[in-house]
Nanobody
């Protein structure tokens, strides 16, 4: 599975950005697509995840501001980020976990920078 991310950039506080991640390859029937982020000097953290069945998991720090969605026909996951804050700054990584017959496989995108200025 290969992942191609897009949509990062520089935005002022209170603004919005939309990230996209398109997956190519065999995604199998059961998978989860999501976004992690890593700020300078901090550990990578889960932002939001959505399963092939539509179940979502969203970090408390972004609830009410970020929305994750996916287009299964396109194997693409989106992260709509509204009311952005400077603390949302970081590199955002697309993550895919695929359930194969032999177990789980995990894939990462190259990362896209999101910078929120105050």
């Amino acid at each position: 599975v290969q992942l191609v991310e897009s949509g990062g950039g520089l935005v002022q506080a209170g603004g919005s950005l939309r990230l996209s991640c398109a997956a190519s390859g065999n995604m199998f029937s059961h998978n989860a697509m999501g976004w992690y982020r890593q700020a300078p000097g901090k550990q990578r953290e889960l932002v939001a995840r959505i399963t092939s069945g539509g179940d979502t998991n969203v970090a408390d720090s972004v609830k009410g501001r970020f929305t994750i969605s996916r287009d299964n026909a396109k194997n693409t996951v989106y992260l709509q980020m509204n009311s952005l804050k400077p603390e949302d700054t970081g590199v955002y990584y697309c993550n895919v976990i695929v359930e194969k017959f032999i177990g789980l496989s995990e894939y990462w995108g190259q990362g896209t920078q999101v910078t929120v200025s105050s």
